[in-house]
C-alpha cells in the first residue's frame, strides 16, 4: 500500500487503553505499544523481530518499521487488527 501523506512520527497514542501488550490468541506473536511511540513485536521467542514508530489517528494505526516497510491496523470492539490477525489486550 503507498501512503499518501507522510508518516508523523510525533502522534503517539495517548489514550491508556491501547498501550501494552496485544497477542494474537495462540500468543506467538505480540505487538507493546510504548508510550513513547515506539513498538516493539514478538515472534515465538525472538522478542526483536520488528521494532520502529506508530503514528495514530482515532482507532487506526499506522507503523514504521526501523527497516523502513510500512503497515497499518485498527482497534475495533476491543480486539486489535493488523495484517489478517486478530490481536487482544494482555492482561496481568
Known sequence: MERIKPFNSNKTITATQYLGVWVTRDGFIRHEFLPNGR????????????????????NHVEYLDDTGFTAEGDFIDGAFFHAGMVFYKETV
Open 39 to 58: 513498538y516493539v513485536e514478538a515472534r515465538g521467542n525472538n522478542e526483536n523481530a520488528f521494532a520502529g514508530y506508530y503514528s495514530v489517528l482515532g
